[in-house]
Every structure is written in C-alpha cells, then in structure tokens.
C-alpha cells in the first residue's frame, strides 16, 4: 500500500483570539488588520498548538507585526470577569508617560496593542547592581504616582535586556503603593535562590535594608536605600 505523504498543518494564530472558546473572531480579526497589524504564531508557550506569547488567567499574549514593528498584543480572554481591558490601558499611559513599562500603541475593549519587549524574569537573570538601581528608581516613580503595581512581589514581571522592565499592569491601581518596599523584599529579603544570588552582591545587612524601608515609607525619599546598597 502507498502510504500518503504527511501533511504539515501550519499553526491558526486566529483559532486562538477567543481562547478558551474555539471560534473565530471576526471583528477584532479585521480591526488588527485595519491597523496594519499582522499576528503572527510565535512564543515559548503553547496553546491549542499554535505558539503564543503568554497565557494567564484572564487573558492571552499573542506576537505581531506592524509594518517593521514587532508588537505584543494582549487579549482578554473569554471566560475573564473583568468587564475590559480599559483599566489596564489608563494605567500603562500613566506610566509611559514616565518612560515605565512597554508602550501602549493602541487599545480597544478587549485587546491591547503593546510594543515587544524581550527580556529573562529577574528570578532567572544574571542581576548586577545597575539593574537594582534602575528597577529601584522606577518603582519610586510608581511610588510617586501612587500606583501600586500589585504584583512586583514574584519576580516574574520584571525582566532584564536591554532595558529594565515592569510589565503587565492589569493588577495596578491607585492605592497605598508598596513598589520599593516589594522589590526589596524580592531581591534582597525573601529565602529564594533569586534573592540569595543578589544579596551576595552587596554588603548590606537585612537590618538595614529592613531600616531604610522603613524610613522610606515615612519620606519617600529613596536616598537612604540607595546608600544603604551603595548605589548613590
């Protein structure tokens, strides 16, 4: 019997627009389009076989172009509870307009089209002191601004290439801001192979991280910490 020659069956970047439901959708399918804006299947996870950026609870990261500009673009999920994806949109203009976070390119209910960033979460990175102060210093901005990031604490939103990046704001929101405060407990604090690499680095005890903390939250001024790590 002539065996037949294997068909390869290129991965649907659209079959995955409306994850977890398989169905396509047609208009965001064509505003991505009206935007000049190509998906393409491309990422380390996975889903439904098609290649993607990213798959959290409440929504799906998928990669694009859009003309020579390589994009991220971040879609809410189907079975999400949040209502759109609006609230996340004010928050990253806010702090772009501080030079934090990927650049906001467009925005609609349900989907957001964010400049691509590469970089390795700190937790896996080769961290160096320059890393620390720049990610110190935007955590201040945010602290300035009264933005709490929500999930600095984790490790898994700051990533290190050629910039320092905070990304994915979709837990941010005015409140009493603890930005500085967790990321000191993430690199320097906390009993993780992460935090134990970084601390080797410097001479800093845990008391006086622990102290200068504590002084910044009553002044904001990160001076103390900065000088507490030798960073000034």
Not at 7 to 31: A, G, H, Q
Not at 75 to 102: K, M, T
Not at 168 to 197: H, I
Request: glycine content about 6%.
């Amino acid at each position: 019997m002539k065996l037949s020659p294997a068909i390869t069956v290129k991965p649907d970047i659209f079959s995955v627009l409306t994850y977890p439901r398989k169905e396509r959708n047609v208009l965001l399918e064509r505003t991505l389009a009206d935007l000049g804006i190509t998906p393409l299947p491309f990422g380390k996870n996975v889903v439904w076989g098609v290649p993607v950026l990213g798959k959290g609870w409440s929504s799906i990261v998928i990669y694009g172009m859009q003309e020579q500009k390589e994009v991220a673009i971040k879609i809410q999920r189907r079975d999400s509870h949040r209502l759109s994806l609006g609230r996340e949109a004010l928050f990253l203009r806010i702090v772009n307009e501080r030079g934090i976070g990927p650049t906001l390119y467009h925005e609609g209910k349900d989907f957001l089209v964010l400049e691509y960033v590469e970089g390795v979460p700190v937790r896996n990175a080769s961290v160096q002191p320059k890393h620390i102060r720049c990610f110190l210093e935007q955590c201040h901005t945010l602290d300035l601004l009264s933005v709490d990031h929500g999930q600095i604490q984790g490790g898994k939103h700051l990533l290190i290439g050629e910039k320092c990046w905070i990304i994915d704001f979709e837990k941010a929101g005015f409140r009493t801001p603890r930005n500085v405060s967790s990321l000191v407990s993430e690199l320097f604090l906390r009993k993780t192979e992460c935090a134990s690499r970084v601390r080797s680095q410097f001479s800093a005890t845990s008391e006086s991280l622990i102290k200068a903390v504590r002084e910044y939250k009553k002044t904001n001024n990160l001076s103390l910490l900065l000088d507490v790590l030798h960073l000034s």
